[in-house]
C-alpha cells in the first residue's frame, strides 16, 4: 500500500480546464518533475499555487518554477535551484522578477527570469540560513517538516512584498515586519489584492476580507454555515473572485490520514455522521449566503486543488471555463 504524505502521494501534476455549467473538461497540461529535481523516484508530481498575468501562468511544482504561454501551454521559462524545497507559490514583482514561496525553509526568495538569486527572506525575520545549510540541495530533502512558519502564498501591494505564514495565523510584510495583518480564526492561504479588498481563504473553510488601508479584517464569510455543515468541506486553498459578490472557492478532500492525525480544526469541527466532501470547486454569492454551483474535480482524475484561474483570458475560450491549476492525480 503506497504511504500516503502528500510529498509521495500524487503521480502526475494536472491543470485542467473545466466548464463547470456543461460539465465538460480538457486536461491542459499534466506534467511530471524530472527525476534531477526530485528527492526521489516515489516524489509527488504536484503543482502548487500559480498567478496569470496576462497571457502567462506562473506556477510551481515543490521544487520548480515553470511559466506557461496561453492559450497553447507552452513552457516559456523553467527554474529549479537547490533552495527550492516544498515550494508553495510564485508571482511575479512588477520589474518581471520571481517572487517564490520555498515553505520548506521558512523562505520567500526573490529570483530573476534567469535563475539569479536577487534576494532571501526569512518569513520570522531571522537569518534566513540559521537554521539550513547553503550547502545542501534542498529539492534532494523529502522534507524538512515540522516548519516553524510554513509560508503559503506571496501577493504585491503598494509596491510591497506580503506573504501569508500558516502556523502564525497572519500575513505580514516582507519589507517591514511591522506591518502584519492577523487573519486569526485559522490559518490561511491565497492573498488576493482585489480593489480596496485582501481576499484570504483559510484552510477550514472560510473568506477574510481585509481591508487594506487600514489592514483589518472587514468581514469573515463562514462557508461551512452556508454549506450546511452536514458535510466536511476539505482543505479550502485556491479562490478566484468574479466580483465584489461572487468567489470560486477550492476544496480538497481531507484523507484519512489527516483525520487519524487529529488535525486541529478538522478535529474542532468534525462530528459523527459527517460525510467528507470530494475534491471541488464551489461558486458562492457571499451576499446572499448562497452556494450557487459545485463542480467535483475528482472525477476528472484531480484529486488536490490549489489554484483557480478565469480561462476568459485565452481569447478562444469561452466564457464560463475556468482553469482549474496545481492538481494532481493520486497514486
Not at 458535510?231 to 459578490?245: H, I, K, V, Y
Amino acid at each position: 500500500m503506497h504511504r500516503e504524505e502528500e510529498w509521495r502521494l500524487y503521480e502526475s501534476a494536472l491543470i485542467l480546464e473545466v466548464d463547470p455549467e456543461s460539465g465538460s473538461t480538457e486536461p491542459r497540461v499534466e506534467y511530471k518533475t524530472p527525476p534531477e529535481a526530485r528527492a526521489n523516484q516515489d516524489s509527488s508530481n504536484i503543482f502548487k499555487s500559480g498567478t496569470l498575468s496576462g497571457n502567462l501562468l506562473y506556477t510551481c511544482t515543490s521544487t520548480e518554477v515553470l511559466v506557461f504561454e496561453l492559450p497553447e501551454f507552452q513552457i516559456v521559462n523553467y527554474i529549479s535551484l537547490p533552495c527550492f524545497n516544498d515550494v508553495h507559490h510564485v508571482v511575479p514583482d512588477s520589474d518581471g522578477n520571481l517572487i517564490v514561496t520555498s515553505t520548506g525553509l521558512d523562505m520567500v526568495v526573490k529570483v530573476s527570469p534567469d535563475g539569479r538569486v536577487l534576494e532571501e527572506w526569512n518569513v520570522l525575520g531571522e537569518d534566513p540560513w540559521s537554521q539550513f545549510s547553503r550547502e545542501t540541495d534542498y529539492r534532494k530533502v523529502e522534507s524538512t517538516k515540522p516548519h516553524k512558519s510554513h509560508p503559503n502564498f506571496t501577493f504585491q501591494m503598494d509596491g510591497e512584498t506580503w506573504v501569508t505564514r500558516l502556523n502564525q495565523r497572519d500575513a505580514i510584510c516582507l519589507n517591514d515586519h511591522q506591518r502584519r495583518i492577523e487573519i486569526a480564526a485559522q490559518p490561511p492561504h491565497d492573498g488576493l489584492v482585489r480593489g480596496n479588498d485582501i481576499c484570504f481563504t483559510t484552510v477550514d473553510g472560510t473568506v477574510v476580507l481585509v481591508n487594506r488601508g487600514s489592514l483589518q479584517v472587514r468581514e469573515t464569510v463562514d462557508l461551512k454555515a452556508i454549506n450546511g455543515q452536514e458535510a466536511l468541506l476539505g482543505w479550502c486553498r485556491g479562490l478566484l473572485p468574479l466580483n465584489s459578490r461572487t468567489f470560486w472557492v477550492g476544496f480538497t478532500r481531507v484523507r484519512k490520514t489527516n483525520l487519524r492525525e487529529n488535525v486541529l480544526w478538522v478535529r474542532n469541527i468534525f462530528r459523527e455522521g459527517m460525510t467528507e466532501k470530494p475534491t471541488h470547486l464551489a461558486l458562492y454569492d457571499i451576499v446572499e449566503k448562497k452556494c450557487l454551483l459545485e463542480f467535483d474535480l475528482e472525477a476528472h482524475g484531480m484529486n488536490v486543488v490549489f489554484s483557480v484561474f478565469s480561462a476568459t483570458t485565452m481569447p478562444v475560450q469561452a466564457e464560463a471555463s475556468l482553469l482549474s491549476s496545481a492538481g494532481s492525480a493520486e497514486r
